[in-house]
C-alpha cells in the first residue's frame, strides 16, 4: 500500500506502516489516469502475511524467469523486490489485434519490522508465484523468578 493512497483499485484503505511505496506524480505513466500497459506491471499486488515463524510475501509474477526477479535486503531491514518483463519483439509481417498482457519494470519496497533475522531471507519462484520468507527472532521466555515470603 503506498503512502498516499490509489484513486483506483485499492484492495484496503488501511494504512501500512511498513510500506515504503511512493507515488511519484511527476513520473509519467504513473498517474491512475494516465495508466497504459506499460506501467501495468510496476503494480504488481503483493500479498503479506505474518506468521508465528516468519514474514511471508507472495506475488504472482506469471511469465517471469527467477533469473529476472531480483531481491535485496537493503541497510536498515528494507526488503526490495525488483523485475521487469519484456516487450515482446515485432516481427514485420505481425499483425497485433489486442495486447492486454503488461511488461516493464516493477519494483516494490517493505521496511521490516525490527524482529526479523535478516541475515535469513529465503526466496522461491513456482509457477509464477513468487515467495519470501523472512524468518522472525524467537522472543525470549520472560525469566519466572520465586520470591520467597518472610515473616
Known amino acids: 500500500m503506498s503512502l498516499i493512497p490509489r484513486l483506483f483499485g485499492s484492495r484496503s484503505s488501511v494504512f501500512d506502516p511498513f510500506s515504503l511505496d511512493l507515488w511519484n506524480p511527476y513520473e509519467v505513466g504513473n498517474s491512475p489516469f494516465l495508466r497504459d500497459d ?10 503479506w502475511k505474518e506468521t508465528s515463524d516468519a514474514h511471508i510475501f507472495k506475488a504472482d509474477l506469471p511469465g517471469l524467469r527467477k533469473e529476472e526477479v531480483k531481491i535485496e535486503v537493503e541497510d536498515d531491514r528494507v526488503l526490495k523486490i525488483s523485475g521487469e518483463r519484456k516487450k515482446e519483439e515485432e516481427q514485420k509481417n505481425d499483425k497485433w489485434h489486442r495486447i492486454e498482457r503488461s511488461y516493464g519494470k516493477f519494483l516494490r519496497r517493505f521496511r521490516l519490522p525490527e524482529n526479523t533475522k535478516v541475515e535469513e531471507v529465503k526466496a522461491t519462484m513456482e509457477n509464477g508465484v513468487l515467495t519470501v520468507t523472512v524468518p522472525k527472532q524467537s522472543q525470549p521466555k520472560p525469566e519466572v523468578r520465586a520470591i520467597e515470603i518472610s515473616g
Open 38 to 47: 506499460a506501467t501495468a506491471i510496476a503494480n504488481t499486488h503483493l500479498d
